[in-house]
């Protein structure tokens, strides 16, 4: 709903009420259309302020509205009368305005921020564009490419920033509805006539088909098969070249489109889920909502190399003391170098003083015992691991929270060799860690809810999303990278190549293909995993493609021995200039190897499709999600559809892989598992899981409605 009062004798003040962001819902928008009658036809009123209830303006459409039939009054037509009013209309935009939220100020005749207040068109991450005027207005009010900019990237711009856009007329750091009053008192005798965005012709630009044609490539290789990016520069376009009623009109016909799509449910999906992933609870019955997390005022890293130089860096860059350890002298030099240098570039881009006084670094352990949580990143190696484990019981002071960023091991060994298990959590990040939004928090069977909110509500603090999940080996994410990475190898062994194989994926909308993914990781990681789990060693008289008991392809152990680790060796599943280079080229050596090694093993090749390859990578993938959320180690689908696209660049606009599994159909998914399961009896990861199984005898249900075919989450151990 919305408030309506006279301040100031002649202002009429509207305050949009729909807590907690006053999103556009249906009683909003009747709230705006009665409360803006009232102020035009008092007489009293010369201008009117719209503001948002308890210092934020407007959120945007209520997002949970969009899957049913529209009720109440349409948000474009309201738009037009606020524009169209005699009075001027004066948006007072404080904390957040937002997709629909700044379309309406920008039906307004002024706006005046606060300058920290985030403003931003942010519709492409939902697969829509800024369908209510949005895309016609702004590019002529700041002109196309800064309209560009801002609507495809979806990205937020301070008060600060908007007024250099020309998106704003004035910024204030004091109570901006009292400034908005005073300032609608200042023009409440001018006609808005020449204050209408929709009337501005859109700025000229020298070459606006060069302009278009990069932001169209830009946004296509961004989002690869994403459409509402490239709805939006179509949308712009429109702007830029035609009269605004026709604009409009292409703008409708475009967002018609994208709103009944399935990319526009798969985004909005990932919206909530999103936030569905902060409520969670553990087997004991504990819960995000009645769990206090510890006070971390003080942490300490140990290990600077790849990840604990990025955990540091965001670490400081919450706001929280850090020691930064390391033992090797010339990594900390570096590590010490390459710590100042990111907290400088992040200051720079967000406008603040580096916080280098937040950091010290040490050789030794010492700094452990006052300390409120230690997370340590040192070698994957369970040994060192456990050894790091049991000094830091013995050094750190009581209540210290020990934290691992291991990528799979077990943590309730590490938490076994401490004399508080209660206090070991993973915290398992993502690289760049000071970049990536995604935070595995890794609850043992000891750890304490409070060790696990502390983790929750410190990854939250860092701006990353943070999903609770079950001890297991690898987790959710690398878990279920195990089989996917798997299929990719054996399809390599029964025909294709690594380029047909990341062409297919990367036109499903991954980032990287699975052997470009590798080899910019590395291939010796993945080595050294496997030699730790004991499967380079064949058994005498076995197949070197049965490895316990299952199939097993040798490929990546045969490119390492060669000394082929991907990129950083200049050679891996691709060719590259150099050591180091980054243009992945296919490899006629690598043809070769794998023919010599299909003519070894007594294997033909045959042509594998484009279909094959994808079913067999993404439904192997999808059916260890099932397997995770039938032993309780994910809480939900939505669980494992954040870490996919968080953490894994699995494309936005398909929701995840739980969620994907829905929008191909269960059965489907199943009758194609069952069909390659048979095919290849010897690979356990196409067997399809019960879950799956128990889903589609239930008529497969909707995703949201999996957790009622789900056990009570429990621990494995
Ligand atoms: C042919 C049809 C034509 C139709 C034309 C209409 C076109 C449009 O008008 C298009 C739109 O506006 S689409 C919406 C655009 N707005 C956004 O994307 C903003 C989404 N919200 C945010 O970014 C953050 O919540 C925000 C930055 C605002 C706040 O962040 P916080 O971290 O402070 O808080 P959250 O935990 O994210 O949110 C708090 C609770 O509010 C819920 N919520 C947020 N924005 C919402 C929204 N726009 N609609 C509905 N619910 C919304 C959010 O889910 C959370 O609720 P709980 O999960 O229950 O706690
Ligand atoms: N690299 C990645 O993408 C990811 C790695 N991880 C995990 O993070 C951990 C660290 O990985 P990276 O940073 O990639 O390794 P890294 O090899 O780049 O760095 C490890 C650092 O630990 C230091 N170190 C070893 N023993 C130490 C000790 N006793 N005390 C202090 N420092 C010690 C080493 O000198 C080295 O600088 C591993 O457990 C890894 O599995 C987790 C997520 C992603």
């Known amino acids: ?64 509205e969009f899957s049913s039939p529209l009720t109440g009054p349409p948000l474009i037509p309201l738009i037009q009368g606020v524009e169209s009013a005699a009075k001027p209309v004066v948006a007072a935009i404080d904390g957040v305005a937002l997709g629909g939220g700044l379309e309406l100020a920008l039906g307004c005749h002024y706006r005046i921020a606060h300058s920290k207040a985030r403003l931003g068109l942010p519709e492409v991450h939902l697969g829509l564009l800024p369908g209510a005027g949005g895309s016609q207005r702004l590019p002529r009010l700041i002109g196309v490419p800064a309209a560009l900019d801002l609507i495809t990237t979806g990205r937020h711009v301070t008060g600060a920033e908007a007024l250099q856009l020309g998106l704003v007329d004035k910024v204030t750091d004091r109570n901006t509805v009292d400034e908005a009053v005073k300032f609608a008192l200042s023009v409440a005798d001018q006609p808005p006539n020449s204050r209408r965005v929709s009337t501005f012709p859109c700025p000229r630009h020298p070459d606006l088909d060069a302009l278009f044609e990069g932001a169209m490539q830009r946004v296509r290789q961004r989002a690869r098969g994403a459409l509402a990016p490239v709805a939006c520069v179509q949308a712009i376009r429109a702007a830029a070249t035609l009269p605004y009623a026709q604009g409009m009109e292409r703008e409708r016909e475009l967002m018609a489109t994208l709103f009944t799509s399935g990319q526009a449910r798969a985004q909005q999906y990932h919206f909530f889920a999103q936030r569905a992933v902060g409520r969670w609870s553990m087997p004991s019955g504990a819960r995000w909502d009645t769990t206090k997390p510890g006070a971390v005022h003080k942490a300490m890293v140990i290990g600077l190399g790849t990840m604990g130089r990025g955990i540091s860096v965001a670490l400081v860059q919450a706001g929280v003391s850090v020691v930064a350890m390391e033992t090797n002298e010339k990594q900390l030099m570096e590590a010490k170098q390459a710590i100042s240098s990111m907290l400088e570039r992040g200051a720079k881009r967000r406008g603040v003083a580096p916080a280098l006084d937040k950091i010290r670094y040490s050789w030794n352990m010492e700094p452990a015992a006052d300390v409120d949580l230690v997370i340590e990143a040192v070698f994957e190696d369970m040994a060192l691991k456990k050894k790091l484990f049991q000094q830091l019981s013995a050094l750190c002071k009581p209540g210290t929270f020990l934290c691992s960023n291991t990528s799979g091991l077990d943590v309730d060994q590490l938490a076994s060799e401490t004399r508080h298990p209660e206090l070991v959590v993973g915290m398992h990040f993502f690289a760049p860690a000071h970049v990536m939004k995604l935070l595995e928090v890794v609850y043992g069977s000891r750890s304490s809810p409070q060790a696990v909110a502390t983790a929750m509500e410190l990854g939250k603090r860092m701006g990353k999303v943070s999903v609770a999940v079950g001890n297991c080996r690898g987790f959710v994410g690398n878990r279920m990278l195990k089989p996917y990475l798997e299929q990719a190898f054996f399809l390599l062994e029964e025909g294709t190549t690594p380029e047909f194989v990341d062409q297919v994926l990367e036109e499903f909308g991954f980032a990287m293909g699975v052997f470009r993914m590798s080899d910019l990781s590395g291939l010796d990681v993945g080595w050294r995993v496997r030699k730790a789990d004991g499967l380079l060693n064949v058994s005498e008289g076995h197949s070197a493609r049965i490895r316990q008991g299952c199939r097993y392809s040798p490929l990546g152990d045969l490119l390492c021995e060669q000394g082929r680790f991907g990129q950083k060796t200049g050679r891996g599943w691709y060719q590259y200039d150099k050591p180091g280079g980054r243009v992945a080229k296919p490899d006629p050596w690598l043809h070769g190897f794998l023919e010599k090694f299909r003519t070894q093993h007594g294997l033909v090749a045959h042509r594998i499709d484009h279909q094959e390859v994808l079913e067999r990578c993404l439904y192997a993938l999808m059916n260890e999600g099932f397997r995770i959320l039938e032993d309780g180690i994910a809480a939900g ?23 994907y599994a829905g929008m191909v159909g269960l059965q489907k998914v199943l009758e194609r598992l069952e069909h390659y399961h048979q095919e290849h009896p010897d690979i356990p990861s196409l067997k399809p899981c019960n879950l799956l199984r128990k889903l589609v005898v239930n008529g497969s249900p909707p995703v949201h409605k999996w957790r009622e075919f789900l056990k009570k989450p429990q621990s494995q151990l």
Request: net charge positive; proline share 7%; aromatic share 6%.
């Open 1 to 64: 709903m919305a408030q309506y009062s006279r301040v100031s004798g002649t202002v009429g003040l509207i305050t949009l009420l729909n807590p907690p962001v006053n999103a556009l819902s249906a009683a909003v928008r009747q709230g705006i259309v009665d409360t803006l009658d009232k102020a035009l036809s008092d007489r009293k009123v010369k201008s009117v302020v719209i503001c948002g209830h308890n210092g934020k303006f407007c959120g945007g459409a209520d997002i949970r």
């Open 637 to 659: 689908p939505e669980d494992i559809d954040v870490i996919y696209v968080l953490g894994y660049s699995w494309p936005p606009h398909r929701g995840g892989p739980m969620f």
